[in-house]
């Protein structure tokens, strides 16, 4: 006589290999896990003309990509003020058709993770 398989006994195993394993591990993408930038209106353009003193931290802002289907891309920006500033990261300075009227991409500013994931 042939025994049947029994798919009960599978999970069991399945149950008991994960728990041998430990806990499963983070996944992290390297995009979306960065801060997301807004447009905000600022004094002028206070970006740090030299780059090599730029503080570099980096964000995410979306950008409506135009043609067929018209969707919604998110794209990486790095901080354009000089290093070591105060506050949100800024990036991106661009001018208003009404030229007196300047904006920033801004996102908040925050520690590095370091914890182990």
């Known amino acids: 006589m042939t025994d049947h398989h029994n798919p009960s006994n599978d999970d069991e195993l399945i149950a008991r290999l994960r728990a041998s394993a430990g806990p499963e591990k ?6 979306f896990d960065l801060p997301v ?10 970006g ?6 730029r503080c570099n931290a ?3 802002a979306p950008a409506a990509v135009q043609g067929y289907f018209n969707v919604e891309v998110t794209e990486p920006v ?10 949100g990261h800024r990036a991106s300075f661009t001018r208003s058709r009404v030229m007196h009227r300047w904006h920033a991409l801004e996102w908040p500013d925050r520690k590095p993770d370091l914890e182990p994931h």
Not at 48 to 53: I, S
Not at 78 to 87: I, M, N, T
Request: hydrophobic share 20%.
């Open 26 to 31: 983070a996944q992290h993408d390297p995009l």
């Open 37 to 46: 930038a807004r447009q905000v209106d600022v004094h002028g353009d206070e």
């Open 48 to 53: 740090c003309p030299d780059r090599n003193e």
């Open 58 to 60: 980096k964000g995410r």
């Open 78 to 87: 790095s901080c354009e003020l000089r290093a070591g500033h105060e506050g």
